[in-house]
């Protein structure tokens, strides 16, 4: 059966260097691997926007996990559906901290709210996938 994929964004209620950071990152991690799931979750000051692919049934129990999560709220599904094949390889997690691009300057909004909902997920894909890029070629050790 073909990937399914979701992309969606809520508002983080907890500060970007908290332990409950660490308790996400290490909760997606482990579920993540297990269910086959790979993506991105992309941090912005209080701005979450996370792409998933999987197979279709991980898919839905992760995302039923995730709308329980009392660390967010205001979830809002942009895209949802099935894939030929997977856009990414692995599964990442990026913060705005300088080597990562920004949704604020992708869109052109100084301060504000970003309003993701009238974007085209497509854009907003292909800007996680080029953030996740961008970080992996960070982690990768480099040969001199
Ligand atoms: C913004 C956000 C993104 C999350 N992304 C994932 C995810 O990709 N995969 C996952 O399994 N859980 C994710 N979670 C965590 C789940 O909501 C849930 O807390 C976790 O899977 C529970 O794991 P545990 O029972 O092992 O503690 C996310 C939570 C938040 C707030």
């Not at 269910?35 to 991105?40: A, H, M, Y």
């Not at 926007?49 to 599904?77: C, F, N, V, W």
């Not at 030929?84 to 909004?109: A, I």
């Not at 100084?110 to 009238?118: C, D, F, R, V």
């Amino acid at each position: 059966m073909d990937p399914a994929y979701t992309l969606y964004c809520s508002t983080a209620l907890f500060p970007p260097c908290s332990q409950e950071h660490n308790l996400l990152l290490a909760a997606c991690n482990k579920h993540n691997s297990q269910n086959q799931i790979t993506g991105f979750l992309h941090r912005e000051h209080s701005v979450f926007l996370q792409y998933l692919e999987g197979p279709a049934g991980s898919i839905q129990e992760t995302m039923g996990r995730i709308g329980r999560d009392r660390r967010h709220k205001d979830l809002q599904i942009l895209a949802s559906g099935y894939l030929e094949k997977r856009y990414l390889p692995d599964w990442q997690m990026g913060f705005v901290d300088g080597s990562q691009l920004s949704l604020h300057s992708l869109l052109e909004v100084n301060k504000g709210e970003l309003n993701l909902k009238s974007q085209d997920p497509f854009d907003l894909v292909v800007f996680l996938a080029a953030n996740a890029d961008n970080l992996r070629r960070h982690l990768e050790p480099r040969f001199a």
